[in-house]
């Protein structure tokens, strides 16, 4: 991730990073994976959205997320984890989260979840 206030300067990179990638690592950049984008935008990466002063989770996280806690309750209620085990899970995720502004979502996951 390279992040200018100038989209030329940008443009102007490609060309180096790529021959440097071709000749010193025979790697090539994907095609339709560059983007050049507005900050503003926000950027997603591993799973966040990064904007200008703050991060979001990305919406398919979360919901991959609540649907493997939601898996990871049905398990222990059939006896097939330890209650450890899924407060672990649970312990997990929040740390995931933590790294983003989700405070609401951080907040219902205790009160739910929590016991």
Do not use: C, W
Not at 35 to 40: A, D, G, M
Not at 88 to 97: A, I, N, T
Not at 101 to 107: A, G
């Amino acid at each position: 991730m390279i992040i200018a206030n100038n989209s030329d300067y940008l443009h102007s990179l490609l060309p180096p990073i790529k021959n440097f990638l071709a000749a010193k690592l025979a790697l090539y950049l994907h095609p339709n994976k560059v983007e050049i984008r507005k900050y503003h935008q926000g950027i997603d990466f591993l799973g966040y959205v990064s904007l200008p002063h703050y991060r979001l989770l990305r919406k398919k996280t979360e919901k991959r997320l609540i649907r493997k806690l939601h898996q990871r309750q049905r398990e222990y209620e059939a006896g097939l984890i330890s209650k450890e085990s899924f407060q672990q899970s649970l312990k997990s995720y929040l740390g995931v989260l933590s790294h983003a502004d989700t405070h609401h979502l951080s907040t219902d996951l205790k009160n739910n979840f929590l016991h």
